[in-house]
């Protein structure tokens, strides 16, 4: 079929495009009409990469993925599905973003995340099918190894609610030991500078063991005070912009130095204008806390916990929830090491009240106030806080 068409290409082949000269006879006209069909043939292929995923180990409860390009190599927009959520779909997987559909432009490469739930121990391996709406399927493999921790928490993604600047929310999680016949230590790693706090963060369950873990969230009042710095030079940015096209104006007439000055006026007080709904500053942040597991040997001969975290270099990362393959088990930590990771959702705003200088003790180290009334029976006390 191309030896046939490739007489009727115009311009390189790459681009294929055709041009198909038509002669149409009409009865009763003795001149026939020519005709020419101009049409460009391009592929309905879509480069799907990589053709196997490997998650490598990851501990039971927990979700692991890896990235899928999909490119268009064609001249046309295609729309694809993975069919996740629906009839034949792989249970565990899931494809973000779209849930699995989405549009790819000519010559653009899209960028999903593969994830998924290992349900039981051992390995593991699963397949998706891309189906275009041109009726092309392209399979993707993919596989791993579910691990079962000994160590297992009761949630392990967390999301507070919005916490005001100098206060302090609080989770509460369990972290349960599912061992028989050792006892391992932990040892969260909280991110540098994400103002959680872990209590305990460093402690030992022996089999069966069971304890309650506390996750306090407390902004400190200088982000507030950053933001406050951050809106005062954008808006002497601002008004140094609009004083530029006035004195450009002044030399040119009198009367549109003083419609600019009049325009860029009223773009400040458009700024200071408070915006439909809530307009209190906030700060929305995620991160990854993971918690490091080991045996902990009879013998007294175990070095210290930090040193594993230090060397595998994760108690300072912050990051989206658990979502790239390879090492969700702690592979590569050796004796019997392995890591959890608890995601955590955090948000940050404005306080809607202020105590103004208040003449309260606060305790060092906690984001309240101490409001003391002493010892009282049988009287009404009244204390008034400005």
Not at 88 to 103: C, D, I, K, L, N
Request: aromatic share 4%.
């Amino acid at each position: 079929m191309a030896a046939k068409l490739a007489r009727f290409l115009e311009g390189p082949e790459e681009e294929g495009v055709l041009q198909i000269p038509v002669t149409v006879s009409v009865p009763g006209q003795p001149l026939p009409v020519a005709v020419t069909l101009r049409a460009q043939v391009t592929t309905s292929d879509l480069t799907i990469t990589p053709q196997t995923l490997d998650l490598g180990r990851v501990p039971l409860g927990e979700r692991a993925g890896a990235a899928l390009f999909v490119t268009n190599p064609g001249k046309l927009p295609q729309s694809f599905s993975f069919g996740c959520g629906g009839k034949g779909a792989p249970r565990g997987v899931e494809v973000s973003p779209g849930h699995g559909y989405g549009t790819v432009l000519p010559g653009e490469t899209v960028r999903l995340l593969v994830s998924f739930r290992p349900s039981i121990p051992g390995p593991q391996s699963f397949a998706l099918r891309c189906s275009t709406l041109a009726g092309r399927v392209f399979p993707v493999q993919g596989r791993c190894h579910g691990v079962e921790p000994p160590l297992a928490l009761s949630h392990n993604v967390v999301r507070f609610p919005a916490t005001a600047v100098d206060d302090t929310s609080c989770v509460s999680l369990v972290l349960s030991s599912r061992s028989s016949d050792v006892v391992h230590a932990f040892e969260f790693g909280v991110p540098v500078d994400s103002w959680l706090q872990v209590t305990p963060r460093v402690g030992s369950l022996a089999p069966g063991q069971s304890v309650r873990l506390q996750l306090e969230y407390s902004p400190p009042a200088a982000l507030l005070a950053q933001q406050q710095q951050q809106q005062q030079q954008q808006a002497l940015q601002g008004q140094a912009g609009s004083a530029a096209p006035v004195l450009a104006a002044a030399a040119a007439c009198l009367l549109e130095e003083r419609s600019a000055g009049d325009t860029a006026l009223s773009g400040a007080q458009d700024q200071q204008r408070p915006r439909d709904g809530d307009g209190r500053w906030r700060q929305s942040r995620e991160w990854v806390v993971p918690c490091f597991v080991r045996p902990l040997r009879s013998g007294g001969s175990d070095p210290p916990l930090d040193a594993t975290i230090h060397a595998t270099g994760s108690s300072s990362s912050g990051s989206a929830v658990h979502s790239s393959g390879g090492g969700g088990g702690g592979e590569g930590l050796g004796d019997g090491s392995s890591v959890l990771h608890l995601g955590v959702s955090v948000c940050a705003v404005a306080p809607e009240l202020l105590l103004d200088q208040p003449p309260l003790p606060r305790p060092d180290g906690k984001n309240y106030y101490t409001l003391d009334f002493g010892q009282l029976a049988g009287m009404r006390v009244v204390h008034e806080v400005p």
